[in-house]
Nanobody
C-alpha cells in the first residue's frame, strides 16, 4: 500500500486560494489513480476531484468545477489540489486517496469505496 500525507490546509477568507499537497511514499505513485475528497462536520465524505495515473484525465464535482484544479507530479510522488475562489461551504477536512491502477490506465474513480489508501486529512476553513 501507498502511504499518503496531506498538507497545505488552513484558514482563508472567502474568495481566497489554497493549494493542498499530498505526498505519497511506499510505492510509486505513477501506478495509482488519485483523488481528493472532503468531509464536513455531520456530513458524509464526498468526492471533490480525481486524476488518472498519468495525469492526462481529470474529473470534478459540480460544486468545485471551474474553481478547483487537480494535478500530479509522478517524478516527485506528489498530487495537488489548487483551490481558488473559496467559499464558506468548502470548509471541510480534505483527504487524499489512492487507487491501485496501471500507468497507462485512463480510469478515474469517484467513489469513496473504490480507493485503497487514505491520508489523515488536512483542515480547510473558509471564513465569510
Amino acid at each position: 500500500q501507498v502511504q499518503l500525507v496531506e498538507s497545505g490546509g488552513g484558514l482563508v477568507q472567502a474568495g481566497g486560494s489554497l493549494r493542498l499537497s499530498c505526498a505519497a511514499s511506499g510505492r510509486t505513485v505513477s501506478r495509482y489513480a488519485m483523488g481528493w475528497f472532503r468531509q464536513a462536520p455531520g456530513k458524509e465524505r464526498e468526492f471533490v476531484a480525481a486524476i488518472n495515473s498519468r495525469g492526462t484525465i481529470t474529473a470534478y464535482a459540480d460544486s468545485v468545477k471551474g474553481r478547483f484544479s487537480i494535478s500530479r507530479d509522478n517524478a516527485q510522488n506528489m498530487v495537488y489540489l489548487q483551490m481558488n475562489s473559496l467559499k464558506p461551504e468548502d470548509t471541510a477536512l480534505y483527504y487524499c486517496a489512492a487507487k491501485l491502477s496501471t500507468y497507462y490506465s485512463s480510469s478515474l474513480y469517484l467513489k469513496v469505496v473504490e480507493y485503497d489508501s487514505w491520508g489523515q486529512g488536512t483542515q480547510v476553513t473558509v471564513s465569510s
